[in-house]
């Protein structure tokens, strides 16, 4: 065991091991993250955690100065390879060069917006299951086959102008639910 593990100065005349280590080689370590980091920022703020995780592990003074900074720069090329790895898991991409799309797209699989989405899903199906049997499948026609009204028309054996009055009625209906849903009251359309 090193005799010199304390972190906290005995008195105010001695500076901290900390301050010392850091002093001796952070600008070292630093040229060493500016090599492969392009912005000096993401460079600093590694800097930081290496000397953190010297703080944390109490690389003691007593070691020789070519070690302290061999085992610092073992630490820096670690957190190098934690920073690209994160870059590659999480790409950021700057806000001015994202599209409206982009930003919309992504808005859309937040989880809010999933909850929201599986919300109204399950308001639909509520409210498509209280509709008269003849404006549930006129609507499933439509809507989950793609039927146009001549084709509904002849499933169901009416004129496309009976169909095209059904579904109007029944969108109608289906609407005028969510209208008074979103008035306040909990009761449906009847």
Known sequence: MHPRW????????????????????????????????AIREDAEDLLLEVFLRAVEKQIPLTLPEAEQRAWLLHVARQKLADYYRQRI??????LNEM???????????????????????????????????QYQTVLWLRFAYGLRSKAIGQQLQKSEGAVRTLLSRALNHLRGMYTHHQGGSTHDVE
């Open 6 to 37: 304390t972190w906290n100065a005995p008195d105010a005349d001695e500076q901290a091991p900390a301050t010392e280590i850091y002093q001796r080689h952070a600008q070292a370590v630093l040229l060493y993250l500016r090599r492969y980091l």
């Open 99 to 133: 599209t409206i799309e982009q930003l919309v797209a992504a808005d859309e699989h937040s989880p809010e917006q999933v909850v929201l989405r599986h919300e109204d899903h399950r308001l639909l199906h509520e409210r498509f299951a209280t509709l008269p049997e």
């Open 89 to 94: 898991r999480h790409p950021s991409v700057p």
